[in-house]
């Protein structure tokens, strides 16, 4: 137990923890890890996940990283690039701050690439 510098896999413990909420171990990483509170990630670090003791785990977190990877996912598949409102009804419980960083991360990367059935590129606002 304590706190940990960076995510790391499970222990017994906290595996059979997981299991009891129905969540499976071998896609998780444990970031932190104290007697009222267990922080994880997905091994695809898309979804992180809070547990405080006595109550399920829930989602929470999302980082600017998850809309990266989604806007990235999504403009890779489609061709068309998600917005503001896309994402905060797939990232419900997003930091608006996390949110507008992902959103620019998106657009340094891609810059003027056109995006399909436009006359835009990713880089307008």
Same mark, same amino acid.
């Given at each position: 137990m304590g706190k940990q *510098? #960076?995510?790391?896999r499970p222990t017994r413990r906290q595996k059979e923890e997981m299991k009891a909420r129905k969540l499976k171990p071998n896609t998780w990483l444990v970031v932190?890890? *104290?007697? *009222? @509170?267990?922080?994880?990630?997905?091994k695809s670090g898309? @979804? @992180? *996940?809070c547990h405080s003791a006595g109550s399920l785990m829930q989602p929470s977190c999302w980082t600017r990283w998850s809309v990266y990877e989604y806007m990235k996912h999504r403009f890779v598949c489609t061709g068309q690039v998600p917005d503001e409102r896309e994402l905060l009804e797939e990232l419900r419980d997003i930091d608006q701050s996390e949110l507008i960083e992902g959103m620019t991360e998106f657009r340094l990367i891609l810059g003027n690439w056109p995006i399909v059935g436009s006359d835009k590129s990713?880089?307008? #606002?």
């Open positions: *510098t #960076r995510p790391s932190q890890d *104290t007697p *009222t @509170k267990m922080e994880l990630v997905s898309l @979804k @992180k *996940t990713c880089d307008f #606002r």
